[in-house]
């Protein structure tokens, strides 16, 4: 089974930047970020696809976060830029291996990291 391990979380200022990775043991085809704020559901942020490098994001962070991956290397990281008070929540790696059409839904994920806290204060 393939383990995620992310690392990269911490505190910023609003208008700030953080850069968020996630290294897999092993290959995956689809890899995405989710993020949970306290009392919030699970959010689909962003995904990407090896080869292709076909990228999904949700409306609320597209032009400010860039989903990016090594598909050599088994990596992938989250270059979040202008951070917002309410992009603060817990960061959660994602992966699976075929196919989706739901590609910034939990669901279809079955392979997931510990989490990485991101606060952003204004």
């Known amino acids: 089974q393939v383990q995620l391990v992310e690392s990269g979380g911490g505190s910023v200022q609003a208008g700030g930047s953080l850069r968020l990775s996630c290294a897999a043991s092993g290959d995956t085809y689809w890899m995405a970020w989710f993020r949970q704020a306290p009392g919030k559901e699970r959010e689909g942020v962003a995904a990407i696809r090896d080869g292709s490098g076909r990228t999904y994001y949700t409306d609320s962070v597209n032009g400010r976060f860039t989903v990016s991956r090594d598909g050599a290397e088994n990596t992938a990281a989250l270059q979040m830029n202008s951070l917002k008070p309410e992009d603060t929540a817990m960061y959660y790696c994602?992966?699976?291996?075929?196919?989706?059409?739901?590609?910034?839904?939990?669901?279809?994920?079955?392979?997931w990291g510990q989490g990485t806290q991101v606060t952003v204060s204004s």
């Open positions: 994602a992966a699976r291996n075929g196919i989706t059409s739901f590609p910034l839904q939990g669901s279809e994920y079955n392979i």
